[in-house]
């Protein structure tokens, strides 16, 4: 039985948690863009900028994926991608695609608070 924080109980079976968030450290030359700046005013300088995203794929797939480029990448990711960062992130795998939406977002509100600068996360 899973709480999506909506007041609702929901059971899931196991062969629909399909769906994983990840987070991916970003070089830190990204936290100079005017646009991770405005979406982060409250960031740490000593902080580590990450993307935060959901898949159906592992998250290794999902980095991979970016890394290559192509249609299906996030050109920052691609470009300024380093590493996974599983430790944000894999105590909270696997789950449905409508909870890794859900999860995604809160996961890149959360670490905005930790004062993280965050890119994704929707």
């Known amino acids: 039985v899973e709480l999506l924080g909506l007041g609702d109980a929901v059971v899931t079976p196991p062969e629909d948690r399909t769906h994983s968030v990840y987070v991916v450290q970003l070089a830190s030359a ?13 960031a740490h300088a000593d902080m580590p900028c990450v993307y935060v995203g959901s898949t159906g ?6 980095f991979l994926t970016h890394m290559q480029g192509g249609q ?9 991608g380093m590493r996974l960062l599983p430790a944000l992130y894999s105590h909270l795998n696997a789950m449905t695609e409508l909870e890794a939406l859900l999860r995604e977002d809160s996961l890149a509100k959360f670490l905005r ?8 996360g929707h």
């Open 30 to 42: 990204v936290r100079e863009t005017p646009k991770v700046q405005k979406r982060n005013p409250d």
């Open 72 to 80: 299906s990448s996030v050109a920052l990711v691609h470009e300024h």
């Open 57 to 62: 794929k592992s998250p290794y797939e999902r």
């Open 113 to 120: 608070r930790q004062g993280y600068w965050v890119v994704g």
